[in-house]
């Protein structure tokens, strides 16, 4: 662990005094800080997305009486208590493609690996060589790629499921929540 002062060019002098196996575990450490931040982002990304829809209803959480700010913020806290597992469990009550669900369970299981398996295998950076360190390393910038990617291809599953409207534009995506019209032409009382 480093001290919370460390300069740029202590950091640089102690990267430059490593071997080539610490270096590989040091390495190794900074793509698992990599993996937990796409984690993270991935995770976050689906919350966004999933309270954003107002065709995705959390019926047995919600109440019909509550106001339209309400219910946004209430659905939100329900889905920032909830587990990936149960947020897809909710998709898979709605019209979402199963091979669009096969595809999120399979990076449930990239992200479970990460979060719970990784140290099963013994996979401490001080107990791994260099080559096994790099190995695990490229192991992590594949979790990171396959959750960059979800993170991104959410907004299509949600397309093809009817949630949102999906504009490719220059440098990104215009997302609208397909649901917006039906809030403009009926009362937030009659919601389900």
């Known amino acids: 662990m480093f001290r919370p002062n460390l300069t740029r060019e202590q950091h640089i002098s102690l990267l430059k005094d490593m071997s080539d196996e610490e270096f590989a575990q040091f390495r190794y450490c900074q793509e698992m800080a990599g993996t937990?931040?796409?984690?993270?982002?991935?995770?976050?990304?689906?919350?966004?997305?999933?309270?954003?829809?107002?065709?995705?209803?959390?019926?047995?959480?919600?109440?019909?009486?509550?106001?339209?700010?309400?219910?946004?913020?209430?659905?939100?806290?329900?889905?920032?208590?909830?587990?990936?597992?149960?947020?897809?469990?909710?998709?898979?009550?709605?019209?979402?493609?199963?091979?669009?669900?096969a595809y999120l369970n399979w990076i449930k299981e990239k992200r479970d690996y990460f979060v719970h398996r990784l140290f099963h295998e013994g996979a401490f950076p001080g107990d791994l060589s260099e080559s096994d360190c790099q190995f695990m390393t490229r192991r992590l910038l594949a979790?990171?790629?396959?959750?960059?990617?979800?993170?991104?291809?959410?907004?299509?599953?949600?397309?093809?499921?009817?949630?949102?409207?999906?504009?490719?534009?220059?440098?990104?995506?215009?997302?609208?929540?397909?649901?917006?019209?039906?809030f403009l032409q009926k009362p937030a009382a009659s919601e389900s």
């Not at 019909?64 to 947020?87: C, I, N, P, Y």
């Not at 396959?146 to 990104?172: D, Q, Y």
């Open 143 to 182: 979790i990171q790629l396959w959750l960059g990617r979800a993170e991104r291809n959410i907004w299509s599953i949600f397309k093809r499921a009817g949630f949102v409207e999906l504009t490719h534009v220059a440098g990104g995506m215009l997302v609208m929540n397909k649901g917006v019209y039906d």
């Open 36 to 101: 937990y931040v796409a984690v993270g982002k991935f995770e976050t990304m689906l919350i966004s997305a999933m309270q954003m829809c107002d065709g995705i209803k959390l019926k047995t959480t919600l109440g019909h009486d509550a106001e339209r700010w309400q219910q946004f913020l209430a659905k939100r806290e329900v889905l920032h208590g909830s587990t990936l597992g149960s947020m897809i469990k909710i998709l898979k009550r709605h019209p979402v493609a199963e091979g669009d669900i």
